[in-house]
């Protein structure tokens, strides 16, 4: 850090791309954000993390460096594995637990007055994570000033919203704030609008200081395959020669670029990596779609 700011044109759009997926191919892109807190600080007591989510989270899959870069124990929870997961260990699920993850399938256990356990909320959700953030936010300002860029619209599709949401409020509060116009934009990928917002206000109550929710008019369910979100992720291979997570950012493309007045000023587009688990996500793409490729 800080990482690159690269001109890109697709799709005869030209934007600029934050290439936070340079960072680390273990901490990529928001994840290196997020836990920078706990990357760079000391704490003495902690002996092992709590966490959970999904199988194949990016989050699970960083924390599980984190713990063993620390020698910590880490434990996940999920509510399910799949069977085929189970048979066959790939992805973020199979490099985690090479890190020495324990995995449980149920409820995190109440943690109450343990010094040791460190309880990391889903995804990376905690206000933790806006100390890697504001860091993120400082490298966009020192960019639009050496660019006298002095109004920006920023895109990056959310999670948990965490990112954006400390982005937002990191622009909003700065001192130039006066001088500079920098105002996030996001989709919601798990769950709806109503879920995304719900995740902002557990961790800022000031409304005005949260991004902006784009919609599309279809409904999408997380992790779920679609064609055409398939069809985006490989325009932009092509077009650009970048790969993007398959996850999250070809639902976040199509999002942004169904909203085109976005662009009549400058846009950063935030690269937030998480390519780990594209592996097992192509795969099942080729298998469901074998004729798009």
């Known amino acids: 850090m800080p990482t690159p700011i690269d001109e890109i044109c697709f799709d005869k759009k030209v934007f600029f791309l934050k290439r936070d997926d340079l960072i680390s191919k273990d901490f ?10 706990y990357l760079t600080h000391d704490f003495p007591d902690i002996k092992k993390i709590v966490s959970y989510g999904s199988s194949q989270s990016n989050a699970m899959y960083s924390l599980s460096v984190l ?25 973020n699920y199979k490099a985690s637990v090479e890190n020495g993850m324990k995995i449980n399938i149920g409820q995190v256990p109440v943690i109450t007055n343990n010094k040791n356990i460190l309880l990391i909320e889903e995804g990376g959700r905690g206000k933790e994570a806006e100390y890697g953030i504001k860091i993120l936010s400082q490298e966009i300002v020192d960019w639009q000033y050496e660019n006298n860029i002095t109004d920006l619209n920023i895109f990056l599709p959310s999670g948990t919203g965490t990112t954006a949401l400390f982005l937002q409020k990191s622009f909003s509060l700065s001192s130039f704030s006066s001088t500079f116009s920098t105002n996030v934009y996001t989709n919601a990928c798990v769950g709806d609008s109503d879920y995304l917002k719900k995740q902002f206000f557990m961790l800022e109550e000031d409304a005005s200081l949260h991004p902006h929710i784009l919609l599309l008019d279809k409904k999408y369910h ?20 970048i790969e993007f997570d398959l996850l999250y950012d070809p639902l976040g493309w199509r999002t942004l670029l ?21 592996k097992s996500m192509l ?4 298998r469901r779609y074998p004729k798009t490729l």
């Open 258 to 278: 169904a909203h085109k007045e976005l662009f009549d000023k400058p846009l950063l587009y935030i690269h937030q990596g998480g390519l780990l688990g594209n």
């Open 67 to 91: 713990c063993k870069s620390k020698s910590w124990e880490f434990e996940y929870y999920v509510d399910h594995i799949s069977n085929y997961l189970k048979e066959n260990p790939h992805g």
């Open 28 to 37: 990529s892109g928001n994840k290196a954000r997020k836990f920078y807190y």
């Open 222 to 241: 997380f992790g779920k395959l679609y064609e055409e979100n398939y069809k985006i992720w490989l325009k932009l291979r092509e077009q650009i020669g």
């Open 283 to 286: 795969e099942r793409y080729k």
